[in-house]
């Protein structure tokens, strides 16, 4: 601020300043000696809760801009902002000229537009001017955009300065913010919204309406891509909870989801086709395939403490790279069939004697028994007799009391085993959650394997969180476990519906990824 306020020595006819909360804060406020002759607060909203408690503070720190107006100085106020009444109830402390503004032309303010029109990539604003309404053109599809456009003509009203329509036109908002990108891929077109500039959550909020008022003019897949909100601190699960009514009200027919901070908002958004994923990669590779001819998606996280933009940054050039098949359906049961992969391994010496697919190796499914199956092994645990507990997914077979052996147990972990038998083999083993937590991320650590291989406890597959491993993770295991994987059977399979796992013939094991037909497997090694 003070770099700034030294050009002013050039005594230019107007100066534009923007001011950020640590310029007025509790240790020195610049406005002070600023002394601004009109100041402008465009917003209240959740963000910087590593640095401030509560929505309040922020409102108060950020009505210290008002401390420094000139005598005769004007506060103008986004009237629909939250703590609006706040502020201009501070604002009066120090002058008497305050003017608001507000979208909606319905609401008491001093400033509205008459009309607001969304069309394809732009807004159009309809101002009551002397000559009549004047049609304003905006290359942008950002509500927020609008709102703060309104301060601006409301600005150049108050300073008797004309709008522009040729400059209202031209202007272009910075690449990051709310910028409709269209891409050509090797069989389709699609359109990315790249708002990946930064995040509170308002600025979140207002780029799920955008996408919303755009989602209109495409016939392909509607798509809002998201990582978290960062800087909120201990209010993260709080602020990013006010994203489950948005979400479930949007236009989106997929939501996906990065971070730790919006796993517990998938779980609680309803009736869309929403999925949490573990990694950058993994959602990256989803939406390449859910973007099909004449999509939109949305891309929306903070600049920073989140991968997300990495996505945004790496997607273009993915796409572009790209063919769609022209039946491509269900998300899930496609990344299971493009995911059929194998490798052949010499049992002597491990080498790989052949292999399929590798590349596009995954699964929906995560592998959970297979990593408690390897604790029970290394723990050398003695047999005993167990009593199965009560388990959500008990049924006829499997139900509370039943007498089990740990030998046993054990066994069915290598064949498919039922969710209550992977129930009862998990309290056997841990203590409680965390220690189970500790021990697979230990694992995930040794042998360097996906952070998405056991999401869920018992690896079924679920809607909302999207599990996966791959022919290599398998076989970065079988390379240690190569024995130890046989104690009971000679196969050791995963999954319900789509298989995998391991099978050792007499010479050869065969290692692969989402297969339904395990006769057609063995048919490739000998036995």
């Not at 502020?87 to 402390?93: C, G, N, P, Q, Y």
């Not at 003509?153 to 004309?162: D, I, Q, S, Y």
């Amino acid at each position: 601020i003070y770099a700034n306020m030294l050009k002013l020595i050039k005594n230019p006819d107007y100066a534009v300043i923007e001011t950020s909360l640590n310029a007025i804060n509790n240790k020195e406020n610049t406005a002070i000696y600023l002394r601004p002759d009109i100041a402008i607060v465009t917003g209240i909203g959740a963000a910087h809760f590593s640095t401030f408690q509560s929505l309040e503070q922020i409102a108060e720190i950020k009505s210290r801009i008002f401390k420094g107006l000139n005598h005769n100085g004007v506060a103008i106020i986004n009237g629909e902002t939250m703590f609006a009444d706040y502020l201009k109830d501070k604002a009066l402390e120090y002058t008497q000229n305050i003017l608001t503004y507000h979208k909606d032309n319905t609401v008491d303010s001093d400033f509205s537009p008459k009309f607001i029109q969304y069309h394809k990539g732009y807004i159009e604003i309809g101002l009551d001017e002397i000559q009549g309404i004047e049609k304003y053109k905006l290359n942008t599809i950002s509500e927020g955009m609008v709102s703060n456009a309104l301060a601006a003509f409301l600005t150049l009203k108050k300073l008797h300065r004309p709008i522009n329509n040729d400059y209202v036109e031209s202007f272009k908002p910075f690449s990051k913010i709310l910028a409709m990108k269209p891409i050509k891929t090797l069989s389709h077109n699609v359109t990315l919204i790249d708002d990946t500039h930064n995040a509170s959550l308002p600025a979140m909020i207002n780029a799920i309406h955008a996408f919303n008022s755009q989602t209109q003019f495409f016939t392909g897949h509607k798509i809002i891509a998201l990582g978290k909100i960062n800087d909120l601190g201990h209010k993260s699960t709080e602020v990013h909870a006010e994203l489950v009514d948005v979400l479930n009200h949007s236009n989106a027919d997929y939501i996906l989801c990065l971070d730790n901070d919006l796993r517990p908002v998938v779980n609680k958004v309803r009736n869309k086709h929403i999925i949490w994923y573990p990694n950058k990669n993994l959602l990256m590779n989803d939406l390449i395939h859910i973007c099909n001819d004449d999509s939109l998606t949305l891309l929306k996280s903070s600049s920073g403490g989140t991968e997300f933009p990495e996505i945004a940054k790496a997607l273009p050039q993915r796409l572009t790279q790209f063919k769609l098949a022209d039946d491509f359906g269900d998300i899930f049961e496609e990344m299971s069939q493009l995911g059929q992969s194998y490798m052949i391994i010499d049992n002597k010496t491990n080498d790989i004697i052949t292999s399929h697919n590798v590349e596009q190796s995954q699964t929906i499914e995560g592998m959970g028994p297979l990593l408690y199956y390897l604790k029970a092994i290394d723990d050398k645990l003695d047999n005993k007799t167990l009593t199965m507990q009560e388990w959500v997914t008990n049924n006829d077979k499997y139900y509370t009391g039943k007498q089990i052996d740990l030998f046993t147990l054990l066994e069915s972990m290598t064949l498919s085993p039922h969710p209550s038998e992977t129930y009862e083999l998990v309290d056997c083993l841990f203590q409680n959650f965390a220690n189970r937590k500790r021990y697979t991320e230990a694992l995930i650590a040794k042998f360097d394997l996906s952070n998405s291989i056991a999401i869920n406890l018992t690896g079924r597959f679920r809607v909302k969180e999207r599990q996966c491993y791959s022919v290599l993770d398998l076989f970065k295991l079988y390379k240690v476990y190569k024995y130890d994987l046989f104690k009971f059977n000679n196969m050791f399979i995963l999954g319900l519906n789509y298989k995998s796992g391991f099978i050792r013939g007499s010479e050869q094991t065969i290692i692969f990824t989402s297969y339904t037909d395990i006769e057609q497997l063995k048919s490739k090694i000998k036995f």
